[in-house]
């Protein structure tokens, strides 16, 4: 291993990341993957440019803008030849609380806004790679930017993409959050990862609106985590059937992830910034209901909640408090 590679890995790890990798890209996008499985970046690309032709992305418009830069770095970063790919473990091992009257939040929004917790950290690597790499550029996002990060983590080796589209990783299950550093450097790759999925097919039985129309496809219009995060219609433009599968989720959905075997391996966290609260992990939702818009924006400032926006959390409360008599109680 270099003593460039040696030395990120290293400090990723002392600051903070519990997975590092690193994927090595090609110079062109003829050039050959290293992928060991169906998932090459040609793949990829051509499964992206079909899942936007289906419609699948809804109204994530920006997802259908300048697809094929997705599929190329050196679009992105001029030059790119080599991807650091990073994880933070957000497995608590803590049960949600779903008392009637509680909505459910997705474990990922219990603590902090991830977004900051990623931007000192990589700001740091970026830092020390230029300083090893002197006249090396780089680009750091997370989930942010034009880049395919789950298929880059698969290439860095920290795990592959699961039938749900998700990143299963054999160390964290499917817990990981994903940040990344493009850079001009040639760094040491790792190797792949391999798809251990199988046969199993427990995150597709698990989807409670079947939105996991084949393996590894998502379609995000029946989805609830983009229904209850990225949809901006109101309540009346959701079909009742669609209202009622959602029943207590106010934000996001972990049931394809909850299932996956290879969680039963996950060890919790030592990040402190994504340890849950009173409010995100058992959020009663008449107290929520009675949120002011300004009020709001103060309780989620730091929190991936406020993705959401004020109205689309208000009707995803709303919805929750119609379902309660089907919510699960204690």
Not at 13 to 42: K, M, T, Y
Not at 120 to 125: A, D, G, R, S, T
Not at 300 to 309: C, G, T
Request: proline share 6%; net charge neutral.
């Amino acid at each position: 291993m270099s003593s460039t590679t040696r030395l990120l890995k290293q400090a990723a790890l002392e600051q903070g990341f519990h997975a590092v990798g690193i994927a090595r890209v090609p110079a062109s996008r003829q050039g050959q993957d290293s992928s060991p499985n169906r998932h090459s970046r040609q793949d990829l690309f051509a499964r992206l440019r079909n899942w936007l032709t289906q419609g699948y992305h809804g109204t994530m418009e920006w997802m259908g803008r300048s697809p094929e830069r997705r599929a190329d770095p050196s679009r992105v970063l001029p030059n790119c030849r080599s991807i650091l790919a990073l994880g933070i473990n957000y497995w608590t091992d803590v049960d949600p609380d779903e008392r009637r009257g509680n909505g459910r939040i997705a474990r990922y929004a219990w603590g902090e806004d991830y977004h900051r917790v990623f931007e000192k950290k990589l700001k740091e690597l970026e830092r020390l790679l230029k300083s090893l790499e002197p006249t090396c550029s780089t680009r750091r996002y997370v989930d942010t930017g034009p880049v395919m990060e789950k298929f880059w983590a698969q290439q860095a080796g920290l795990g592959w993409i699961g039938k749900h589209s998700n990143l299963v990783s054999p160390a964290f299950g499917s817990w990981l959050l994903l940040g990344e550093i493009l850079t001009t450097a040639e760094l040491e790759p790792d190797e792949p990862g391999t798809d251990l999925c199988g046969t199993c097919t427990l995150c597709i039985r698990a989807c409670p609106t079947g939105a996991i129309v084949d393996p590894y496809v998502v379609d995000a219009t029946k989805c609830l985590s983009y229904v209850t995060i990225e949809y901006r219609g109101d309540r009346h433009s959701l079909a009742q059937d669609l209202q009622t599968r959602m029943g207590n989720r106010i934000f996001g959905c972990d049931d394809c992830l909850d299932v996956c075997p290879y969680n039963t391996f996950a060890p919790a966290t030592d990040e402190p910034a994504v340890q849950p609260t009173e409010l995100t992990n058992s959020p009663n939702l008449a107290r929520l209901s009675a949120l002011s818009e300004d009020e709001f924006s103060r309780t989620f400032a730091r929190s991936p909640i406020r993705r959401a926006k004020f109205s689309g959390f208000q009707r995803n409360v709303a919805i929750a408090l119609a379902n309660e008599p089907r919510s699960r109680t204690s």
